[in-house]
């Protein structure tokens, strides 16, 4: 392999791995205020990136990511307040059939509403064929969106998360739900808060990747398995290792079409989530101690 | 309004359909230090999360200041001054001591905003010095006296007018017991109101004015903390000592 080459697969994966990464935070944040994976998380990227290459027509593209992140938000806040609010004391296998009936319910919705056709928004600058040089590497611009937008995200979610009384509230009801409690913390209002900020950070995610992966009704779909493999391949609720690991898929997957065929590649991303779930559920970066206590 | 902080009249309470509380009925007045003594199992957790409003009550009423509570949420509870101790302390331990703190006044800052909350910061770290020593600290990484403090300090930081307390000894080394039973004594010397659950008879009696007994669900015995302590059957039943006629 040439060091082009190497060069140019690995911004790929890091692309890649960037999107995976984001998604599976959206994960870790409602699996932290729940203790339960949300599996329509892949849709919320689908619905940001449809959401904004709808609003396009009439506004310009800045406006319509904005207003697409916002209504994503909105869309995750009713599903949670519709379908998950209301319930005494839900089993964890209860939720996460409603979850996986809710990720049915909106790819279906959005088939009904934007057809099967496949759609993008347009590159934020320049053209499909636009690329700047990195020393010996042609990179498309897209991607430093990409990896800037999702590197701004984990920053401020991490501020958010630190330094905020409403973050703070958050991983108070993440540590100790009862204990929250008895400090007043309105735990229900938290979950909300989590399935809007998973739903915003994976609006964002789908729209600056639209220009690149294209969007259709079904993409969330092997999004929310790629997220999914992160999520635990790092060790559930942790969002740092999240980003690792992230990378880490996103590269492997760009690298293994030089060993395998390019159609194989979600199946890579497969065997390692066999993999990582047979011989290490609770993570490459996780402590079993911790699995241990965790119902899920 | 009557001197009764806390009242609680005919409670039946437990989880799904079995019944721990029976016809529970019992008050604490302002000002007091009121211990519910008993065994494991006997259901004093139960009450106290009842009171606060993590159980629903199954029959009776419950009121806190004259007012109804028997089915409001936790955080109005919490909001309308009474604060819950939990067993086993239940620290945030990924978190740091001041974050634990603060989070106790979630309420306060709500209520009076972040200078109230500043001030009652630095009045816990009066109350409790060591926690100031390791206010960057995490509070997993506390000793378990340590953290008994903290979930003291950080109950509170909402200013409670009543504090209860679940059992605030166990698994600490007698030193440490004997400090935590200052503070409470020292609580109320400071106009708060305690009602403290304890399956460390003695001691719990010692501070306290008056005491209830609870067995399997049942108040059997109630009165004056003295008449308690002198109490044959309290005597051989929690106080581990045989009286010999």
């Given at each position: 392999?040439?060091?082009?080459?190497?060069?140019?697969?690995?911004?790929?994966?890091?692309?890649?791995?960037?999107l995976?990464?984001?998604?599976?935070?959206?994960f870790?944040?409602?699996?932290?205020?729940?203790?339960?994976?949300?599996?329509?998380?892949?849709?919320?990227?689908?619905?940001?990136?449809?959401?904004?290459?709808?609003?396009?027509?009439?506004?310009?593209?800045?406006?319509?990511?904005?207003?697409?992140?916002?209504?994503?938000?909105?869309?995750?806040?009713?599903?949670?307040?519709?379908?998950?609010?209301?319930?005494?004391?839900?089993?964890?296998?209860?939720?996460v059939?409603?979850?996986?009936?809710?990720?049915?319910?909106?790819?279906?919705?959005?088939?009904?509403?934007w057809?099967?056709?496949?759609?993008?928004?347009?590159?934020?600058?320049?053209?499909?064929?636009?690329?700047?040089?990195?020393?010996?590497?042609?990179?498309?611009?897209?991607?430093?969106?990409?990896?800037?937008?999702?590197?701004?995200?984990?920053?401020g979610?991490?501020?958010?998360?630190?330094?905020?009384?409403?973050?703070?509230?958050?991983?108070?009801?993440?540590?100790?739900?009862?204990?929250?409690?008895?400090?007043?913390?309105?735990?229900?209002?938290?979950?909300?808060?989590?399935?809007?900020?998973?739903?915003?950070?994976?609006?964002?995610?789908?729209?600056?990747?639209?220009?690149?992966t294209?969007?259709?009704?079904?993409?969330?779909?092997?999004?929310?398995?790629?997220?999914?493999?992160?999520?635990?391949?790092?060790?559930?609720?942790?969002?740092?290792?999240?980003?690792?690991?992230?990378?880490?898929?996103?590269?492997?997957?760009?690298?293994?079409?030089?060993?395998?065929?390019?159609?194989?590649?979600?199946?890579?991303?497969?065997?390692?989530?066999?993999?990582?779930?047979?011989?290490?559920?609770?993570?490459?970066?996780?402590?079993?101690?911790?699995?241990?206590?965790?119902?899920? | 309004?009557?001197?009764?902080?806390?009242?609680?009249?005919?409670?039946?309470?437990?989880?799904?359909?079995?019944?721990?509380?029976?016809?529970?009925?019992?008050?604490?007045?302002?000002?007091?230090?009121?211990?519910?003594?008993?065994?494991?199992?006997?259901?004093?957790?139960t009450?106290?999360?009842?009171?606060?409003?993590?159980?629903r009550?199954?029959?009776?009423?419950?009121?806190?200041?004259?007012?109804?509570?028997?089915?409001?949420?936790?955080?109005?509870?919490?909001?309308?001054?009474?604060?819950l101790?939990?067993?086993?302390?239940?620290?945030?331990?990924?978190?740091?001591?001041?974050?634990?703190?603060?989070?106790?006044?979630?309420?306060?800052?709500?209520?009076?905003?972040?200078?109230?909350?500043?001030?009652?910061?630095?009045?816990?770290?009066?109350?409790?010095?060591?926690?100031?020593?390791?206010?960057?600290?995490?509070?997993?990484?506390?000793?378990?006296?340590?953290?008994?403090?903290?979930?003291?300090?950080?109950?509170?930081?909402?200013r409670?007018?009543?504090?209860?307390?679940?059992?605030?000894?166990?698994?600490?080394?007698?030193?440490?017991?004997?400090?935590?039973?200052?503070?409470?004594?020292?609580?109320?010397?400071?106009?708060?109101?305690?009602?403290?659950?304890?399956q460390?008879?003695?001691?719990?009696?010692?501070?306290?004015?008056?005491?209830?007994?609870?067995?399997?669900?049942?108040?059997?015995?109630?009165?004056?903390?003295?008449?308690?302590?002198?109490?044959?059957?309290?005597?051989?039943?929690?106080?581990?000592?045989?009286?010999?006629?």
């Open positions: 392999m040439t060091l082009e080459l190497f060069f140019q697969y690995l911004f790929a994966g890091i692309t890649y791995g960037s995976y990464a984001i998604v599976a935070i959206g870790n944040i409602i699996y932290n205020t729940t203790g339960i994976i949300n599996f329509a998380q892949g849709e919320f990227v689908m619905l940001g990136g449809m959401i904004s290459i709808s609003l396009l027509q009439f506004m310009p593209l800045g406006a319509a990511i904005a207003v697409a992140v916002l209504i994503t938000m909105l869309i995750g806040a009713a599903i949670e307040m519709l379908f998950i609010r209301w319930l005494v004391h839900p089993s964890v296998l209860r939720l059939i409603i979850t996986i009936g809710i990720s049915i319910l909106l790819r279906e919705s959005a088939l009904h509403i057809g099967e056709s496949i759609r993008s928004l347009p590159y934020f600058y320049g053209n499909e064929i636009t690329t700047f040089s990195l020393g010996s590497v042609n990179i498309s611009p897209q991607v430093i969106w990409v990896i800037l937008a999702c590197a701004v995200m984990m920053v979610l991490n501020i958010f998360f630190r330094s905020t009384p409403i973050g703070r509230e958050m991983r108070a009801c993440a540590a100790n739900r009862t204990a929250a409690l008895l400090c007043g913390v309105n735990t229900r209002n938290m979950v909300t808060l989590s399935f809007m900020l998973s739903a915003g950070i994976g609006a964002l995610a789908g729209c600056v990747m639209s220009p690149i294209y969007t259709q009704y079904d993409s969330g779909a092997s999004l929310a398995i790629k997220g999914f493999t992160v999520a635990i391949l790092g060790g559930l609720g942790n969002s740092m290792a999240a980003v690792a690991a992230g990378l880490l898929l996103g590269i492997i997957e760009a690298f293994s079409v030089t060993v395998v065929p390019l159609a194989f590649q979600d199946a890579v991303t497969i065997t390692i989530l066999l993999i990582i779930l047979f011989v290490r559920p609770h993570g490459i970066f996780g402590s079993s101690e911790a699995a241990r206590l965790k119902d899920f | 309004m009557t001197d009764r902080m806390l009242r609680i009249r005919n409670l039946d309470a437990g989880y799904g359909k079995l019944r721990v509380l029976k016809n529970i009925s019992l008050h604490v007045k302002s000002g007091e230090i009121v211990a519910m003594i008993g065994a494991n199992g006997a259901g004093k957790s009450l106290l999360h009842t009171i606060i409003g993590l159980i009550p199954m029959s009776g009423e419950i009121s806190f200041l004259g007012q109804a509570c028997d089915r409001a949420a936790v955080g109005r509870i919490v909001a309308s001054g009474c604060a101790v939990p067993e086993g302390r239940q620290v945030f331990a990924s978190m740091s001591v001041e974050e634990n703190l603060l989070l106790g006044g979630y309420v306060l800052q709500k209520e009076k905003g972040r200078a109230a909350v500043q001030e009652e910061l630095a009045r816990q770290y009066l109350l409790f010095p060591r926690l100031k020593e390791r206010r960057r600290q995490l509070a997993g990484t506390l000793s378990g006296g340590e953290q008994q403090m903290l979930a003291m300090a950080r109950a509170l930081m909402s409670p007018k009543l504090v209860m307390m679940d059992e605030p000894s166990t698994g600490l080394a007698p030193l440490i017991i004997r400090d935590i039973f200052k503070i409470i004594r020292q609580l109320r010397e400071e106009g708060n109101t305690v009602l403290l659950v304890e460390n008879a003695r001691a719990a009696l010692t501070i306290a004015d008056r005491g209830y007994v609870l067995e399997v669900g049942k108040i059997i015995v109630q009165g004056p903390a003295t008449d308690l302590l002198a109490n044959s059957d309290v005597q051989r039943a929690y106080l581990g000592r045989e009286k010999i006629e």
